[in-house]
């Protein structure tokens, strides 16, 4: 029995069509995160932003007014970073943001870490 691509020679390019439709509709339901309208993560946990696999260059580039008085970490206000500037869920920045430290780096907009501090603060997370 022939297939319908067997008597359509327009069926296969119709079939891309609609599996490339259907995977876009997929990507653009899930919830996308605009650090700078957030910040959430950086204000989530005085314990959160510590350091622990920067090299002693990437820690001198951090300006010491943001560093822990321990020099474990980032310095926190309460659970803020005190690099974060802006007002969380709103308009956010960080003030040190091409120096910031690997843990900083790791955390991704939509990752378990940016879900769990974005619910902390209310904000969507999904």
């Not at 995977?23 to 995160?33: I, K, V």
């Not at 959430?40 to 946990?45: E, F, I, Q, R």
């Not at 580039?61 to 709103?90: F, H, N, W």
């Not at 943001?97 to 969507?124: F, I, K, Q, W």
Request: glycine share 8%; charged share 25%; proline share 6%.
């Amino acid at each position: 029995m022939p297939r319908d691509a067997d008597r359509n020679p327009a069926a296969p390019g119709l079939l891309a069509l609609v599996a490339a439709a259907s995977l876009s509709s997929q990507r653009d339901a899930a919830p996308l995160f605009d650090c700078q309208s957030c910040g959430a993560c950086c204000s989530y946990s005085a314990e959160w932003p510590r350091f622990s696999t920067e090299d002693d260059a990437q820690l001198d580039r951090i300006p010491e007014k943001y560093v822990a008085l321990d020099l474990s970490g980032m310095r926190c206000e309460g659970v803020r970073c005190s690099a974060l500037t802006g007002e969380v869920g709103k308009s956010t920045a960080c003030g040190i943001y091409e120096t910031r430290p690997d843990v900083c780096r790791a955390c991704m907009p939509g990752d378990e870490e940016c879900l769990m501090a974005r619910a902390a603060h209310g904000l969507a997370v999904g």
